[in-house]
């Protein structure tokens, strides 16, 4: 079965400091990767996401996200935080096997000034 | 949020009625979707279509049903027979079905039953 696994619940960082969401995922077949955010009764915004190629992808907001294959993870990463990047974020997954996205059960981000 | 809208965008109903909750998009988007979204539980797919006039069920489609009569247009009606409906409902769209494809979404509706 497909899965992805976001092992920590919430994630503090002062603002300016760097931040990592974690994300590892389990899929037969390759995988299709996406990160989405989440702000307070809203829908999800699309990030980034990795189809192929560079490992190191970038996305909206200065997010970027670093694909390993051998650890079956894709960490989002942002090098300064800001209070505004505070929300809730979700990895999610999709193969070729599948017609369904599989997202995590998110992490909430809180940066503190 | 992009071309994605749902209304309304709170709903309150009394058990045992059925409900339906809107999802329009002007993004010419072949394929939408239905979410429900629970604390702590991510998001959990109930319906999907690919293309007009063809639906499917996702993982907890029980309870639920749907049209697509409209590329624009995907409603969800929530019936009485869905045994725990209080819930944030998001509607999704993506360009096409492809698994590279990201999807896009509306601004949800808060569904609550009492």
């Known amino acids: 079965a497909q899965s992805v696994a976001q092992p920590e619940d919430q994630v503090n960082v002062a603002e300016g400091n760097p931040l990592t969401v974690k994300c590892t995922y389990s899929?037969?077949?390759?995988?299709?990767l996406f990160w989405y955010v989440q702000y307070p009764n809203r829908g999800l915004q699309f990030l980034l996401k990795?189809?192929?190629?560079?490992?190191l992808v970038k996305g909206s907001y200065g997010f970027e996200a670093e694909f390993n294959k051998s650890q079956t993870s894709f960490h989002l990463k942002k090098p300064s935080a800001l209070v505004s990047d505070s929300a809730l974020y979700f990895c999610a997954v999709r193969t070729t096997n599948t017609d369904k996205l599989i997202f995590g059960t998110g992490t909430r981000l809180q940066v503190f000034p | 949020d992009g071309g994605i809208t749902q209304s309304p965008k709170y709903l309150f109903r009394k058990e045992g009625q059925n409900v339906t909750l809107s999802c329009e998009q002007n993004?010419?988007?072949?394929?939408m979707y239905w979410y429900r979204q629970d604390p702590g539980q991510g998001l959990r797919l109930i319906y999907y279509?690919?293309?007009?006039?063809?639906?499917q069920k996702g993982d907890i489609a029980e309870g639920y049903s749907v049209s697509r009569e409209k590329k624009e247009s995907f409603p969800l009606t929530v019936t009485s027979a869905q045994k725990n409906p209080t819930a944030f409902y998001l509607c999704?769209?993506?360009?096409?079905?492809?698994?590279?494809?990201?999807?896009?979404f509306g601004p949800g509706t808060r569904l609550t039953v009492t």
């Open positions: 990795y189809i192929t190629g560079d490992n």
């Open positions: 899929v037969s077949g390759n995988p299709y």
């Open positions: 993004l010419n988007h072949d394929a």
């Open positions: 279509s690919q293309i007009v006039n063809d639906f």
């Open positions: 999704a769209s993506s360009i096409g079905p492809l698994e590279s494809n990201e999807q896009y």
